[in-house]
Structures are given as C-alpha cells and as structure tokens.
Nanobody, 115 residues
Framework: QVQLVESGGGLVQAGGSLRLSCTAS????????MGWYRQAPGKQRELVTT???????NYADSVKGRFTISKDNSKNTVYLQMNSLKPEDTAVYYC?????????WGQGTQVTVSS
C-alpha cells in the first residue's frame, strides 16, 4: 500500500507561480516513476511530467520551459514548480507513483489560473 498526499494548489493570476507537493508513505527511491497528471472538467486526464528513480525527467510539450519536476528523497516528496502559468493550465493536478506493477494516485489538488 502506498499513500500519496498532495498540497499546494490554489488560485493565481496568469503569469504567476505555484509549487505543488506530493508526499509518499514509502521511500521514493523505490518507485520506478513518479509524476504529475492533470484533468480539467469534461476533458481526459493528461500527463504533465514524470521523473524516474534515477532522476530522468520528461515533460509534455505544453509545459516545457515553464514547469519543473523535482524530488527530495529524504522527505519522500516530489514537487511540481509551475511558472508563467496560463489559464489553460487550470485543472485538478494528480500525483502518481508507479511502484512495481501498481499505480497509486494522490487525492488531487485544484489549480486555477485567472486571466
């Protein structure tokens, strides 16, 4: 069993920044991949970014240059730094951990960007 707790969402104006956190109940050195997804109402959930246990990162084209994923293994926490936010970034953001053959999800945190 893996528990994920997210925080850091909120309301921000376009051009602003937010930092999301996701803390896991296991040592995040173990999971093969951790990442962030987002889902807007009426839309499919989409991949935002991932980071492997070795530190390799991947970003969706829509967020490259603006978002940064990082992790602190000592705190079992993965972060999503979001800069230059746009209204189209508005969504519920979910942390995901892929551990062994299982996927685990955080509860989701709302990010709203106003124009």
């Amino acid at each position: 069993q893996v528990q994920l707790v997210e925080s850091g969402g909120g309301l921000v104006q376009a051009g602003g920044s937010l930092r999301l956190s996701c803390t896991a109940s296991i040592n995040i050195v173990s999971p093969n991949v951790m990442g962030w997804y987002r889902q807007a109402p009426g839309k499919q959930r989409e991949l935002v970014t991932t980071i492997t246990s070795g530190g390799k990162t991947n970003y969706a084209d829509s967020v490259k240059g603006r978002f940064t994923i990082s992790k602190d293994n000592s705190k079992n926490t993965v972060y999503l730094q979001m800069n230059s936010l746009k209204p189209e970034d508005t969504a519920v953001y979910y942390c995901k951990v892929s551990y062994l053959v299982y996927d685990y999800w955080g509860q989701g945190t709302q990010v709203t960007v106003s124009s």
